[in-house]
């Protein structure tokens, strides 16, 4: 996993729970001093071992903190990189360009990046269905993301998941349904 993702989930941490949790979160499951570099890659374990310990502080299922996460990190990626955000005129054409645009920048930006494979599929208006593949399984964070981009273009957001890798699916099937608010 990249270090931008667990910059943006100490971020999360440190803005809602203060710096001592975050620090509580590296000395249980982090190489001691361990720091993040945003373009280097970590072990997923850590990021792992990390969500599960906020949900168990929390008293939440881990899809839930996932989600919260993912929405999280989109607002957070935004600033970061909201150069990307130009190249769409909302949220359907974002949706539909994560794997044609915002992969292939961030396999720029990133060596080795290890992205989910994400295919889309305009149904209407106001539905697109949604393949996800990876062998994290962060569908769940995913979702997140979505909704994330939703809040951000002001979009009302539901998300069907239709299948799901952790029932033993190969990919997971989300149908987004969207309208502006």
């Known amino acids: 996993m990249k270090g931008i993702v667990y ?7 440190i803005e809602n729970h203060g ?3 975050w620090e509580a979160l590296l ?3 982090a190489p001691k001093n361990r720091v993040y570099i945003s373009a280097q890659s970590y072990p997923d374990e850590e990021l792992f071992a990390m969500a599960n310990e906020v ?4 008293n939440k299922p881990l899809v839930d903190v996932l989600r919260v996460f993912g929405e999280y990190l989109f607002g957070y990626l935004i600033k970061k990189h909201s150069r990307i955000l130009e190249q769409f005129d909302g949220f359907q054409s974002l949706i539909l360009g994560i794997d044609s645009v915002i992969h292939a920048e961030v396999a720029k930006l990133y060596n080795e990046p290890n992205l989910p494979q994400i ?3 305009q149904i209407d208006d106001k539905h697109i269905l949604l393949n996800y593949c990876s062998v994290r ?8 993301l979505i909704y994330g981009a939703g809040a951000h273009y002001g979009m009302k957001t539901q998300i069907d998941h239709q299948q799901c890798m952790h029932d033993g699916y190969e990919q997971c099937r989300m149908l987004l349904t969207y309208e502006g608010q």
Do not use: N, W
């Not at 910059?7 to 941490?13: A, I, K, N, T």
């Open 27 to 29: 000395d249980k499951h």
């Open 137 to 144: 399984k962060l569908c769940f964070c995913a979702e997140g």
């Open 55 to 58: 949900a168990s502080i929390l």
């Open 7 to 13: 910059r943006g989930l100490e971020e999360l941490v």
């Open 19 to 21: 710096m001592a949790a």
């Open 119 to 121: 295919s889309c599929e």
